[in-house]
Every structure is written in C-alpha cells, then in structure tokens.
C-alpha cells in the first residue's frame, strides 16, 4: 500500500468515527420517552374525553365530557349537565408540564399538577391535585400515586 491509499484510508475511517460518535451524541441527548407518550404537539383546541381511570381504576363519569383549552384558559363540562370546572391553565416546565389551575366549580382553588402529551388528534392528561402528590412523572396511574388519566380526541 502506498503512503497516498494509506492516507485516504485513515481519513476515510477518521469520517466513519466521526459520524458514527455525532450520531451517538445525538442519541444520548434525546428525552427519555415516558410510559403512555405520544408526543409533545398542540394541546389547544376542543377535545372530548374518550376514556378515563384514577389510581388504576375505570373514571367512567368523565366519559363524553368537553374540555376546551385556549387563551390560557381551560373548561371542562361534564356530559348531561354535569359538573362544569373552569380555570387558567400555564405551562410550568418543560414542554409537557402544565398548571390547571381552577377558578370555577367543584374543584376551585385547587390545581391540577399535570404531565400532557398530544400527537394533535390525541391528548392525555395525566394529573395529581398540588399539596398531595408530586406531578407525574409518567401519563400512567396506578393505586396509591393520588394520580388521574384523562383521555381526549380532537373534536
């Protein structure tokens, strides 16, 4: 081999770790996905709840709700005249850590301390009440985290 193919042929394997250590890094420096993650898209909008569980068990009487999120405001009305929960909602953290905290009905003064996630069509919340339990770390609940799931389609 001449001292030239040496050359190229270092040079070639120079590029190989380079690219090979850059997408690495790249790797190592992407979040962690959650249990029950489906994305960081739009949560505004008008959604109905699809489905629903607190600390593991079925929430069925959430099922069919409106919630509607937009301008920093949030409102949830329950199917059949139920229940009507108004509030601000803000993000706190990073993109999927949200305040929703309640003005208006059987909730208010408390707020919800939530973990979201949204692919634009779907959208779970994932919440504990402040004071109680720690914000959720993953959109799962399960007996004894004080946590509650909500399930929403886009309307």
């Known amino acids: 081999m001449t001292c030239p193919e040496r050359a190229k042929r270092v040079d070639r394997a120079r590029v190989t770790l380079a690219l090979l250590f850059s997408a690495l890094s790249f790797a190592s420096s992407a979040p962690a996905q959650r249990a029950g993650d489906i994305g960081t898209g739009p949560i505004e909008g008008m959604w109905t709840v699809t489905g629903s569980e607190r600390e593991g068990n079925p929430w069925r009487e959430i099922s ?12 949830l ?7 009507l929960y108004k ?21 208010a003064g408390k707020t919800w301390l ?5 692919n634009g069509q779907l959208l779970k919340i994932c919440f ?28």
Request: no cysteine; glycine share 20%.
């Open 77 to 83: 009305q329950f199917a059949n005249g139920g229940p």
């Open 64 to 75: 069919g709700a409106a919630m509607t999120i937009g301008g920093g405001q949030f409102t």
């Open 87 to 107: 509030g601000d909602v803000k993000q706190v953290g990073g993109p999927q850590e949200f305040d929703f905290v309640h003005t208006e009905g059987p909730d």
């Open 128 to 155: 504990t009440y402040s004071g109680e339990n720690p914000r959720p770390t993953t959109l799962t609940t399960s007996p004894g985290e004080g946590t509650t799931l909500i399930g929403l389609r886009r309307k």
């Open 114 to 118: 939530a973990l979201v996630s949204s």
